[in-house]
């Protein structure tokens, strides 16, 4: 089974700066994706970016985005310009066609923004 | 499409009671999944669905814990008897491929 690594229980950052989120996965796929998702107190599960694993390119959007290392395999998340609605859960999560599509998620990183 | 609906979003049960949790999917979706989620376990997958047929349930802590999906807009998980591990907040979502979408959870509380 897949299984995903966030190593960092919690995170924090200043307001306008930037945080990186760490996540390493296992697996012996060749096709999959990989996601980030935010989940503030009202317990909503919020798509952040997706990374699909044979595109080379990171993918960003607005203030987010990855770092993909597949090699290494390796899916970090960061964050720029931190603003205080970034607060929240952040999991990183796998899925791919040998798995059944299901998403396999780590065990989430509280980031904690400060004025 | 008014995204994945799950209800109730609060349920409070007294323990050995039946609790049934409801999801309707999206339209077109093809796949459906059930998550637990607590503070100690973080977000399990349960069991999930594609075209309305079970396809692997071995999330399912134990026989207590049932799903069903009669048709492609619905599906219930049962839990009973009901017991205060139980409780924690269920969510299911729906998706096409790589696109999922997640209902708003139910938070269960077995007292």
């Known amino acids: 089974a897949q299984t995903v690594t966030q190593s960092q229980p919690e995170m924090s950052v200043q307001e306008a700066e930037t945080v990186t989120l760490s996540c390493t996965y296992d697996t012996s796929e060749s096709d999959y994706y990989l996601f980030w998702y935010k989940q503030p107190p009202s317990r909503q599960m919020i798509l952040v970016i997706r990374q699909e694993a044979y595109k080379q390119q990171n993918a960003t959007e607005n203030r987010f985005s990855v770092n993909f290392q597949k090699a290494a395999k390796s899916f970090s998340l960061k964050i720029s310009d931190s603003q205080l609605g970034d607060a929240a859960m952040y999991f990183c999560a796998y899925s791919g066609s040998n798995s059944g599509y299901a998403l396999n998620f780590g065990k989430g990183t509280s980031l904690l923004v400060t004025p | 499409d008014a995204g994945v609906i799950q209800s109730p979003r609060h349920e409070v049960t007294e323990m050995g009671q039946e609790v049934t949790l409801r999801c309707k999917p999206i339209s077109g979706h093809d796949y459906l999944f059930w998550y637990r989620q607590t503070m100690m376990r973080g977000l399990e997958l349960l069991i999930y669905f594609n075209n309305n047929v079970p396809i692997d349930d071995s999330g399912m802590p134990e026989d207590r814990f049932s799903a069903k999906m009669p048709n492609a807009s619905f599906s219930t998980l049962k839990i009973q008897p009901s017991e205060p591990r139980d409780s924690a907040v269920y969510f299911c979502?729906?998706?096409?491929?790589?696109?999922?979408?997640f209902g708003s959870g139910t938070r269960l509380t077995v007292v």
């Open positions: 979502a729906s998706s096409r491929g790589y696109g999922y979408t």
